[in-house]
């Protein structure tokens, strides 16, 4: 019984540890850069767009895009929200 409590221990360790060691993927992360006037963008096309929420306040909103050279950038910027009315 002792044997397959540590038996099921250090499977169980072994797994944990796994799941820390760092991949490709992870090394290949794409920093976020803040969006300011002076930044120079060269967007060639863009991959997805964060949603606006329904709120009438000014909040963070987030581009993914690829330049001329085909590299992945995340640019986060201000938006107004759409939950104002003009009424």
């Not at 499977?11 to 944990?16: E, I, N, P, R």
């Not at 009438?56 to 993914?64: G, H, L, N, S, Y």
Request: net charge negative; hydrophobic share 40%.
């Amino acid at each position: 019984m002792k044997a397959l409590l540590v038996l099921a221990l250090s499977s169980l360790c072994a797994t944990a540890m796994a799941d820390e060691t760092p991949t490709q993927v992870g090394s290949q992360e794409v920093p976020v850069v803040e969006y300011t006037y002076s930044t120079h963008l060269d967007i060639a096309k863009v991959l997805s767009m964060s949603e606006i929420p329904n709120v009438c306040e000014v909040v963070p909103a987030r581009m993914e895009y690829e330049d001329s050279k085909g590299q992945r950038h995340i640019l986060q910027y201000s938006v107004m929200g759409n939950g104002c009315s003009n009424g």
